[in-house]
């Protein structure tokens, strides 16, 4: 099972795990890059770092830290023009792209993929950040299933807190103050839900809710999106109806797992929503 969460250091992650690492300074980044990729190295995985700034003293200490002995590639430098150019219109498209290198790793004798990225350069607009959520959504459910594992770096002094919290709610795992609110690709095994949803969701967040819906595709089966909430830790009334009407514009019903703790079902008791069913899991 993979680890969702906040989180205070990139090291010890496994093989699907999915973080968003906001930074401040690009000298601390750098550090956190070294710790997530080290990890990959000592587990057998190919590794690559994606940024710009990146250079030939980046990769000669990942290829120091995976010796010698290591097969062919096991680290590897490229820019975010890696990215359909530097600009990411098709999302799917992307996805494909690291499938394929996952499975190319794979048939080298790693264990898997491993990539650090600085994509800041990707999502200074609105339409570019949207584009680019859509894409984490997806990635992350690629990874849920095969071993890729991935850091997604956003520098906060250069887009805002807004912003990069706006791509961080896509993320299983975040650093801290990064988000509020995740929503994110279950983890097919342990449960069959459409997506997570985690965090608190107060008035601050309605907005970063409606986003994040509208860039997800929440597949109903039999009518019904499952979503499991069990890691929501608070929701208000606006924000419960809002993702009910989400799901209703889908044409389908939406059924909530939670957490025995939770306060989802009094919540739900007094708004009387005909097409929300919520499940104590």
Known sequence: ???????????????????????????????????????????????????????????????????????????????????????????????????????????????????????????????????FARYEFLADGYMARHPMSAMCGYDRAELGAAAVAELAGMHPLASPDATALRLFAADPGDTAAAAVLAGEIDIAGHAQLRAALSRVDLAPVGGTVSIDARQLTFIDHTALIALVEHVRGRGAATELLVDRRSGVPQLAGLLRLADLRVVVA
Request: aromatic share 6%.
């Open 1 to 131: 099972m993979r680890r969702a969460g906040v989180i205070d250091t990139a090291g010890g992650l496994g093989q699907h795990d999915h973080l968003c690492w906001v930074f401040d300074t690009r000298q601390d980044y750098r550090a956190t890059v070294q710790r997530f990729l080290a990890d990959g190295l000592a587990g057998g995985q190919r590794v690559v770092l994606v940024a710009d700034w990146a250079g030939h003293d980046d990769l000669a200490r990942l290829a120091g830290l995976a010796g010698p002995d290591s097969p062919p590639g096991a680290a590897q430098l490229r820019d975010v023009g890696a990215y359909g150019g530097g600009s990411l219109t098709d999302p799917a498209a992307q996805v494909r792209t690291y499938a394929a290198m996952t499975e190319q790793a794979v048939a080298d004798g790693f264990s898997g993929l491993r990539v650090a990225a600085d994509v800041t350069p990707l999502v200074r607009s609105p339409e570019a950040r949207a584009a």
